[in-house]
């Protein structure tokens, strides 16, 4: 009897064991997972595009979706060159799910994301890049931008996530979640 109880004791401390090693595990995951660039947290850090527009530094405009992952590939690349870039060029992220961004969507006519535009010290777009880009092409991309030359990769087209622009409003019912009611 004493050595069923005392396997028993040996396999409860081998399991509890065991939990807390996975727990840890588990705990520093997510820990590392937070860490990452994404996609959210550079849109929260951008320049607001009223302010890009006229406060005469270049810009570079992105239109993204959280769910693009073309535009996810991209995020620690882009961070990196904001890095690089940040006192010399205006860095703006605009998420083609918020209506809000309807009219620039329109206006820089995004079909395709990630869809880049380059925007001049004057606020003047220049030149268009869609898909995912090298970094050493968004790099001379921007060198070239702030130097007021021509791009010399203006117009490329890497892989993109599909995009439709919407024509109608969404509904006002906020559980639709934007979903159009056929009648």
Known sequence: MSELVSANR??????????????????????????????????QAA????????????????FYANWCTSCQAMAP???????????????VMLNVDNSKWLPEILRYRVDGIPHFVFIDDTGEAIAQTLGE???SVMEANLDALIAHQTLPYAYSTGQTSDFN????????????HGAQ???
Request: hydrophobic share 40%; glycine share 4%.
């Open 47 to 62: 320049t607001p595009i009223e302010v890009a527009l006229n406060n005469g530094k270049p810009t570079l405009t992105e």
């Open 181 to 183: 009611v056929q009648s």
């Open 77 to 91: 690349e882009l961070a990196q060159l904001k890095q690089k870039y940040e006192k010399s060029v205006n860095f």
């Open 165 to 176: 622009t919407p024509v109608n409003t969404p509904s006002s019912d906020p559980r639709s």
């Open 133 to 135: 880009q090298p970094p």
């Open 10 to 43: 040996v396999r409860n401390i081998l399991i509890a064991f065991a939990a807390i090693t996975l727990s840890i595990a588990i705990f520093f995951g997510f820990q590392t997972q937070t860490g990452s660039v994404s996609l959210e947290a550079q849109a």
